[in-house]
């Protein structure tokens, strides 16, 4: 089982849980398999630079529960808003994407970012 520190250390992510939370979910469908991005969604893996490698729990949750981004700026609205996720799902998911990595800069469509 991979596991990642959630913020302030004090929960862990299950990234077999993650993995399986993002497949039932469709994320695949525009981040990739893995979370490497694609033409029509951004990496979304572990990557420092390319990815959300540098992100935050919290900022993760946001993300998902309300469309925006680290930068503060809207999601395309074909990402859908999750609110109903809870904090140990959105940790499982967390602690799946952190698990990966990729280089890939793939953007999704430019008008949506």
Same mark, same amino acid.
């Given at each position: 089982? =991979?596991?990642?520190?959630?913020?302030?250390?004090?929960t862990?992510?299950?990234?077999?849980?993650?993995?399986? +939370?993002y497949?039932?979910?469709?994320?695949? /469908?525009?981040? /990739?398999?893995?979370g490497?991005g $694609?033409?029509? /969604?951004? @990496?979304?893996t572990?990557?420092? %630079? !390319?990815?959300?490698?540098a992100?935050?729990?919290?900022? &993760?949750?946001?993300?998902?529960? #309300?469309? =925006?981004?680290? *930068?503060?700026m809207? &999601?395309?609205? @074909?990402?859908?808003?999750t609110? $109903? +996720?809870?904090?140990?799902? +959105?940790? *499982?998911l967390? !602690? &799946? +994407?952190?698990?990966?990595?990729?280089?890939? %800069? #793939?953007?999704?469509?430019?008008?949506?970012?």
């Open positions: 089982m =991979v596991t990642t520190p959630v913020d302030a250390g004090t862990m992510g299950n990234a077999t849980n993650g993995q399986a +939370l497949a039932n979910r469709g994320c695949n /469908g525009c981040h /990739g398999m893995n490497e $694609s033409a029509s /969604g951004p @990496n979304i572990g990557n420092m %630079t !390319a990815g959300i490698g992100w935050t729990q919290a900022e &993760f949750n946001k993300a998902i529960r #309300e469309g =925006v981004g680290k *930068d503060g809207m &999601f395309c609205t @074909n990402m859908p808003r609110p $109903s +996720l809870n904090d140990t799902q +959105l940790g *499982d967390f !602690a &799946f +994407l952190k698990s990966k990595d990729s280089t890939s %800069t #793939e953007r999704g469509p430019a008008n949506c970012r």
